[in-house]
């Protein structure tokens, strides 16, 4: 049985950083690409960052480039969302979630996926 389960969520101040984390099990970890997603009050939710199996390629939206490192340790077979620079519209649920296939950035595309982590950002 496939998990992944979030944490390290919680209350910060704007400006503050925060680090995710992503524990993985029942899956050949390095085998699949890990992303984070968002999901804010009343909206959709959205792709936040992206990485391959080996680790060596990421992916980021507009709106977190530069601010938020996506990374991995297949030997702990966790993923990591390090968000530097918060910002009040950062507030969301954050989910990880699996996926065999490269490219596809839509959450249909994700084969696996996290309960989420709620990441408040206070101004």
């Known amino acids: 049985q496939v998990q992944l389960v979030e944490s390290g969520g919680g209350l910060v101040q704007a400006g503050d950083s925060l680090t995710l984390s992503c524990a993985a099990s029942?899956?050949?970890?390095?085998?699949?690409?890990i992303g984070w997603f968002r999901q804010a009050p009343g909206k959709e939710r959205e792709f936040a960052a992206r990485i391959s199996g080996h680790g060596r390629v990421t992916y980021y939206a507009d709106s977190v480039k530069g601010r938020f490192t996506i990374s991995r340790d297949n030997a702990k077979n966790t993923g990591y969302l390090q968000m530097n620079r918060l910002k009040s519209e950062d507030t969301a649920v954050y989910y990880c979630a699996a996926t065999a296939t490269w490219g596809d950035v839509r959450a249909a595309a994700f084969d696996y996926w996290g309960q989420g982590t709620q990441v408040t950002v206070s101004s």
């Open positions: 029942g899956l050949t970890f390095s085998s699949y690409h």
